[in-house]
T-cell receptor
C-alpha cells in the first residue's frame, strides 16, 4: 500500500446529486493533489494543496469544490456533475510541492455520472 | 510550457527479453523526470526519478532509465521482462520553475507474454 487511502472506491451518481470524495494520507506529507484520469486522455491535474492552502486550481469547473481541513485529509465535493465528468479520480500526496518530490497515489475513486 | 510524449500506445515483448518504453520531454528549465506504473484498478506507483547526477537511474522492480539531455529523452528499460511487468506506464516531467505541477504522458501499455 502507498499510504494514501481513497473512499469510496466506486461511486455512481445522478446529475442532480451532491457527493464527496475523501482522501487520507498517513505519510506526514505536506502537499496533496487531485487528478482526473479519463479513458484515452492523459492525467489532468485539478488541484494542489500545500500546507492546507490551495496553490493550484487548474481551470477546473466550479461543480468540483476541494477542501483540505488539515494536512492529512483532502476532499472533493461534487455537485450537478455532467456525464463527461465520469472518470477515475486520483488523490496523491508528496513530502512538499517542490519539483523534485515523487507522488504517492491512492487507488482512486471510479466515478460514473448518469 | 512543459510537455511529455510517449510515442507508443502499446509495447509487446516476450518474457525474458529486454524491454524499452520511450519518453521524450520538453521543459523551459531543468527537467525533473519520473516514471510511474499503474496496475489494473490501482493508482499510480512511483518507479524512479531523475533529478541530477548520473544519467542512468535505477529504480524499483529492476527497472532503470537513461536521461539523455541532447535527445530530451528518458526511456524506461529493463534487461529481462517478466509477465508481472504487464501494466500501464507513465512518464512525467516537472521543471524547476513550475513547482507542484507534473505533466504526464498519455501512458504506454506494456504486455509481456510468456
Amino acid at each position: 500500500e502507498t499510504g494514501v487511502t481513497q473512499t469510496p472506491r466506486h461511486l455512481v451518481m445522478g446529475m442532480t446529486n451532491k457527493k464527496s470524495l475523501k482522501c487520507e494520507q498517513h505519510l506526514g506529507h505536506n502537499a496533496m493533489y487531485w487528478y482526473k484520469q479519463s479513458a484515452k486522455k492523459p492525467l489532468e491535474l485539478m488541484f494542489v494543496y500545500s500546507l492546507e492552502e490551495r496553490v493550484e486550481n487548474n481551470s477546473v469547473p466550479s461543480r468540483f469544490s476541494p477542501e483540505c481541513p488539515n494536512s492529512s485529509h483532502l476532499f472533493l465535493h461534487l455537485h450537478t456533475l455532467q456525464p463527461e465528468d465520469s472518470a477515475l479520480y486520483l488523490c496523491a500526496s508528496s513530502q512538499d510541492s517542490s519539483s523534485n518530490e515523487k507522488l504517492f497515489f491512492g487507488s482512486g475513486t471510479q466515478l460514473s455520472v448518469l | 510550457a512543459q510537455s511529455v510524449a510517449q510515442p507508443e500506445d502499446q509495447v509487446n515483448v516476450a518474457e525474458g527479453n529486454p524491454l524499452t518504453v520511450k519518453c521524450t520531454y520538453s521543459v523551459s528549465g531543468n527537467p525533473y523526470l519520473f516514471w510511474y506504473v499503474q496496475y489494473p484498478n490501482r493508482g499510480l506507483q512511483f518507479l524512479l526519478k531523475y533529478i541530477t547526477g548520473d544519467n542512468l537511474v535505477k529504480g524499483s522492480y529492476g527497472f532503470e532509465a537513461e536521461f539523455n539531455k541532447s535527445q530530451t529523452s528518458f526511456h524506461l528499460k529493463k534487461p529481462s521482462a517478466l509477465v508481472s511487468d504487464s501494466a500501464l506506464y507513465f512518464c512525467a516531467v516537472r521543471d524547476n520553475t513550475n513547482a507542484g505541477k507534473s505533466t504526464f504522458g498519455d501512458g504506454t501499455t506494456l504486455t509481456v507474454k510468456p
